[in-house]
């Protein structure tokens, strides 16, 4: 529930790349709470360790993400090593990260408490856990993602409340979005998406769009969307095949 998670975290939270990005955005079944700062020594042996654990669950396609809670002395100190971890962070200015340690009991750094999204506590210990050899393979997986955007096409083409026109514009918009993306996967450029540009908020701003390309790979940060370079292509080209497909039923009408 992201209720839990904006209550418990702020409404905002931050990338490994200084971005910010919605909080609500943080759709993981499983939460680690990483305790951590860069002047303690342990904690600089754990992260990397945590670091490999954490980028292998993202290969076998788990629902589980990480957010860091600083306890460094400096804004710089923390942004220099929230940089070296690949999960997201409490923006170093909120009030929440003392308050989160009391909460959960810290009593000492690195410590790593898991958590179901709801809240509910699965470990206080994830140090130990994360070692266990069924760790990885215990978490929950993530919805595959042609499914989830076929679900999402599903959903736009069953709201009747959103005109034929606007269906069919906003399925060509997203198979031109996706076209330049395949055709120049080099280009960072076709990979970021400004929620304030004109054809966004002419074609794409109702929700239904938007959890299409969510549901494809991008990212919600805010006031832009952004394709990691990650991203699997062939994912990409099926969401294609699919809103061209849709698209063309609607230009039979």
Not at 239 to 249: G, I, Q
């Amino acid at each position: 529930m992201t209720d839990f998670l904006v209550s418990t975290f702020g409404t905002t939270l931050r990338d490994h790349e200084g971005n910010t990005i919605p909080t609500n955005s943080v759709e993981a079944e499983m939460i680690g709470v990483y305790f951590s700062a860069h002047w303690c020594p342990p904690c600089r042996s754990f992260t990397p360790v945590l670091s490999r654990t954490y980028l292998e669950i993202q290969k076998h396609n788990k629902s589980f993400e990480i957010i860091f809670v600083s306890s460094d002395h400096t804004p710089g100190e923390f942004e220099g090593y929230h940089a070296s971890m690949p999960w997201l962070a409490l923006p170093y200015d909120s009030p929440l990260r003392k308050v989160l340690g009391m909460r959960y009991h810290i009593t000492g750094i690195p410590s790593l408490v898991l958590m179901k999204k709801d809240g509910t506590i699965v470990s206080q210990n994830g140090r130990q856990e994360i070692s266990k050899p069924n760790f990885i393979f215990a978490l929950p997986d993530k919805i595959e993602q042609n499914k989830a955007i076929d679900e999402c096409v599903d959903s736009l083409l069953s709201d009747e409340s959103l005109q034929m026109q606007i269906k069919s514009n906003g399925c060509k918009t997203l198979v031109k979005v996706l076209s330049n993306i395949i055709q120049n996967p080099g280009e960072a450029k076709y990979r970021r998406l400004d929620k304030g540009s004109d054809t966004f908020r002419e074609k794409l701003k109702n929700r239904k769009f938007v959890d299409i390309l969510l549901a494809s790979g991008f990212q919600d940060k805010g006031e832009i969307l952004i394709l990691p370079s990650t991203a699997s292509m062939e994912v990409l080209q099926d969401a294609k095949a699919v809103l061209s497909a849709v698209h063309e039923t609607f230009a039979d009408v």
